[in-house]
């Protein structure tokens, strides 16, 4: 299904909207698959995979007694740098404290379908560009404001312009948002958007807070939120502790018709050391942990303590990009080389992960219901000694890229954070790509935000100064919110010379640019016959298995871990009593939390 130049050039433009704000802050994880009649739909995913760890989702037990009251302390990675659905850059850590702040009108369920939350229902027109909403009715924010429909349109008055929420206004197409009745309304899209519902399940656009209050004082409003959600704000001491405590005003009830939430609070304590915050959850002093390290997850497990280890590895997919716009990662025999020479599965054992996380061969997870197999064939297995034939290659080539004379080595520069893992992990590559004799490879190492700086560049031509970098992409969101906004032209000029009329998108982060992907990622939001996406996706990811602008290491583990007391992280429901999603990318849903205290 091949889209016209003009609509193609009008949904490049929309894509490039998105621009820096999606770029690296929230991120993550969430649903797979969509559609106007989600709601009855089961998505089934691929085969598990062999060392696969997700803890399975599961029903609470109905004959078990939940009690009222109690406190928990929960360690974070992180500290959230603002709570401000809109405006602040947002990952796991900041998620888990707005999740109990603000309620999102859409989310996820274990089934792979989305459901309404403060929703009570969705609906969209025939070609995608209409969604109808309708809130669920006597719902209160936290000062006392009814959630109306006009709440829903004062919203966006703000996120058209909010730092977070502008680049997914932009990528979803969203242009309006009309009141229908006091509950309902509209969501006007300038194009068909089949994954649409996706965003209403993620925070810049889907969380809930209340408009008067954040346009009142938008700074005060990070310190002091205002949500529907099952916590209120009580204090907040920032890089030390954040109190919330229990919203005794709110809407949702459990499957025995009990008000929610049941926790008297939770305190969230930033613990950025990943060893001290394990060590506090061993010692008692912290409740529950929050982790994105297999490192992490590995030590956890081998601790002789008492604890339950909720773990999830969906989408997220680490390893490296090549900046395929400048020499000599512009040449696919210099970036098949070195995929060939990359051993994903002793990456995989630097960072902590043997046993835990999965190599990868594409952006979707084996269990996935996105995954290709025909992608995973193709993918280059670790071969050092084809890689160094496919490296003289282009050595002993009088014209190569790089203007040096043949038979001189390539200079690679490999850039990563100075994490002790990632520095391990970097290290193997460098072992192996230097021990050929034909690279020569200088490791530089910044922090996490010149690290994204370094790859996005600025200016016109937003190429970045990077080399080899590691990355990581995906999410077990709708895969049209990574990659439409990953694989649109990376400048101006590549723009105009595929005829999208000069538009461009910095989040473009590899500088490469295919029109086939582009073209199958345009077809694939404008249906939501699964099959026929799935197809378009596969055509995706066999097309970077070919040409190579990204290597990987594996899919990314995370976990809640929590003292056995706590319950009720993995079991919550939908109001409409439909298995949650559980605990993605140690992501937890606190409104069903309860403390057994026997």
């Not at 939940?66 to 959230?80: P, Q």
């Amino acid at each position: 299904m091949k889209r016209n130049r003009s609509l193609k050039r009008f949904l490049a433009l929309l894509f490039a909207l998105s621009l820096v704000a999606a770029a690296c802050g929230s991120d993550d994880t969430s649903a797979v698959e969509e559609s106007a009649d989600s709601e009855d739909k089961t998505i089934e995913a691929g085969d598990e995979a062999e060392g696969d760890v997700d803890t399975d989702v599961k029903e609470a037990d109905p004959a078990v007694e939940r009690a009222y009251g109690g406190a928990i302390k929960v360690g974070l990675e992180a500290e959230a740098p603002g709570l401000r659905p809109w405006e602040d850059a947002c990952s796991a850590p900041c998620y888990n404290m707005m999740v109990s702040i603000y309620d999102k009108l859409i989310e996820f369920r274990a089934d792979g379908t989305y459901g309404g939350f403060l929703a009570e229902s969705y609906e969209a027109n025939a070609d995608f560009t209409e969604w109808t909403l309708t809130l669920r009715p006597g719902v209160k924010f936290h000062n006392g404001v009814d959630l109306t429909s006009q709440t829903l349109v004062d919203m966006f008055e703000i996120q058209k312009t909010g730092a977070q929420s502008s680049g997914q206004v932009g990528a979803s197409f969203l242009t309006e948002v009309q009141i229908v009745d006091e509950l309902s309304v509209k969501y006007i899209l300038s194009a068909s958007n089949s994954a649409f519902v996706a965003y209403l399940e993620r925070i810049p656009l889907g969380q809930v807070f209340e408009p008067a209050a954040a346009a009142a004082d938008p700074d005060g409003f990070s310190v002091a939120p205002v949500g529907t959600g099952p916590f209120m704000i009580e204090t907040r001491d920032f890089d030390n502790e954040t109190v919330v405590v229990r919203n005794p005003d709110y809407w949702g009830k459990d499957q025995d018709g009990n008000q929610l939430p049941y926790l008297d609070s939770i305190t969230w304590k930033p613990i950025p050391d990943e060893g001290a915050r394990l060590d506090s959850l061993l010692s008692g002093t912290v409740d529950v942990m929050q982790t994105l390290r297999q490192g992490t997850i590995r030590d956890a497990r081998d601790s002789a303590a008492d604890i339950v280890l909720l773990e999830f590895q969906g989408n997220n997919t680490g390893g490296g990009m090549f900046n395929v716009a400048v020499p000599p990662y512009d040449d696919i025999r210099v970036r098949r080389g070195l995929t060939l020479m990359n051993q994903q599965e002793a990456v995989i054992d630097a960072l902590g992960g043997t046993g835990i996380s999965l190599p990868a061969t594409q952006w979707f997870s084996p269990d996935s219901p996105w995954y290709s197999e025909k992608a995973a064939a193709l993918w280059p297995q670790f071969d050092p000694e084809a890689g160094a034939a496919t490296l003289q290659e282009y050595i002993d080539d009088p014209e190569r890229s790089d203007g040096k004379a043949p038979g001189d080595k390539i200079e690679v520069e490999l850039s990563c954070p100075p994490d002790p893992t990632l520095i391990a992990a970097m290290q193997i590559l460098d072992n192996e790509w230097t021990n050929s004799g034909l690279v020569d490879v200088n490791i530089t190492q910044y922090d996490q935000a010149t690290h994204i700086n370094y790859a996005l560049g600025s200016g016109e031509e937003w190429l970045g100064e990077h080399g080899a970098h590691c990355w990581r992409w995906s999410s077990n969101q709708d895969p049209s919110t990574e990659i439409n906004r990953q694989f649109a032209p990376y400048n101006s000029a590549q723009s105009i010379e595929a005829g999208l009329g000069g538009v461009f998108s910095p989040q473009n982060f590899f500088n490469y640019f295919d029109a086939d992907i582009f073209d199958d990622m345009s077809a694939a939001i404008q249906t939501d016959d699964f099959d026929e996406r799935k197809q378009l996706y596969e055509n995706i990811m066999i097309k970077i298995a070919e040409d190579l602008p990204v290597w990987y290491s594996g899919h990314t583990a995370t976990m809640l871990a929590t003292l056995p007391e706590v319950q009720g992280l993995n079991g919550w429901v939908l109001p409409d009593g439909t298995l949650g999603a559980g605990f993605p990318a140690s992501e937890g849903r606190w409104h069903e939390v309860w403390l057994d205290q026997q």
